[in-house]
C-alpha cells in the first residue's frame, strides 16, 4: 500500500497549484482520502478530505473553503487538490493519507473529517511568498 503526493512547488500568492495522491496497491474509491498541511513548527491539520466514491461526501478547513477542491479520478487511482489564490499561510508540507481497513466508520461532511488514517504518503512541499 503507498500513498504518492506531487505536485508541490513555490508560487506568488493568488497563483495556483494542483495536488496529486497516487495510490497503489490498493482502491482509492473505497476508502476516505485526506489532504493534510504542517506549516513550519505547526501541527499538522487537516485541509480536506473526501469519503469513499459511492458516497462523496467532501470537507474543507474554513481556511482554504472557496479556493481549494477535492476531487477523485478512479480510473487513475487518484485524488485531486486544486489550489488556487493561494496565501503565505497556505505554505507548508502537504500530505495525503487514506483510512484503508480503518479502526471505525470515517465520518466526514461539510464540518467534519473524522476517519482513521492510517497510510500516509511522504509530503509534497508549498511555498508561498513574493
Known amino acids: 500500500v503507498q500513498l504518492q503526493a506531487s505536485g508541490g512547488g513555490s508560487v506568488q500568492p493568488g497563483g495556483s497549484l494542483r495536488l496529486s495522491c497516487a495510490a497503489s496497491g490498493f482502491t482509492s474509491h473505497y476508502t476516505a482520502i485526506g489532504w493534510f498541511r504542517q506549516a513550519p513548527g505547526k501541527e499538522r491539520k487537516e485541509v480536506s478530505c473526501?469519503?469513499?466514491?459511492?458516497?462523496?461526501?467532501?470537507y474543507y478547513s474554513e481556511s482554504v473553503k472557496g479556493r481549494f477542491t477535492i476531487s477523485r479520478d478512479s480510473a487513475k487511482n487518484t485524488v485531486y487538490l486544486q489550489m488556487n489564490n493561494l496565501k503565505p499561510e497556505d505554505t507548508g508540507v502537504y500530505y495525503c493519507?487514506?483510512?484503508?481497513?480503518?479502526?471505525?466508520?470515517?465520518?466526514?461532511?461539510?464540518?467534519?473529517?473524522?476517519?482513521?488514517?492510517?497510510?500516509w504518503g511522504k509530503g509534497t512541499q508549498v511555498t508561498v511568498s513574493s
Open positions: 493519507a487514506t483510512d484503508l481497513e480503518g479502526a471505525y466508520t470515517p465520518a466526514i461532511s461539510t464540518t467534519e473529517c473524522d476517519a482513521a488514517f492510517n497510510y
Open positions: 473526501i469519503s469513499k466514491s459511492r458516497d462523496d461526501r467532501i
